[in-house]
């Protein structure tokens, strides 16, 4: 059911995008589609975190730094001992989907 939501969603932000090109769409209402339409996060365990950085490849230390954050926060998201951040999680979830290239 969540694969045809996500559908539905870019069909419909598909639509209003080419309506907003159009003029017949304002900037504030396009910005409400595209808020409405953004990926949902997913909680990450610590085992997804791992998951994802030995997917990468990396060491911590390297997968820190293409996150921006210390070595500690990858070891401690790691172990269960601290969560990401909201903003670590965006860019869990962009590597995950997309690759550690997209936020090199």
Sequence with gaps: ????TDNIL????ETAKGLHEAGVMDK???RDFDAVCLHPLKAYRPE??????MQCQVSQSVFAA???VSKT????WESGKKKPSPTAVKLLDIIERKGLDSVA
Excluded: E, G, P
């Design 1 to 4: 059911m969540k694969h045809n």
């Design 10 to 13: 870019s069909v419909v932000h």
């Design 28 to 30: 504030m209402t396009m």
């Design 48 to 53: 997804d975190i791992r998951q994802i950085r």
């Design 66 to 68: 293409y996150l921006n």
């Design 73 to 76: 926060a990858v070891v401690s």
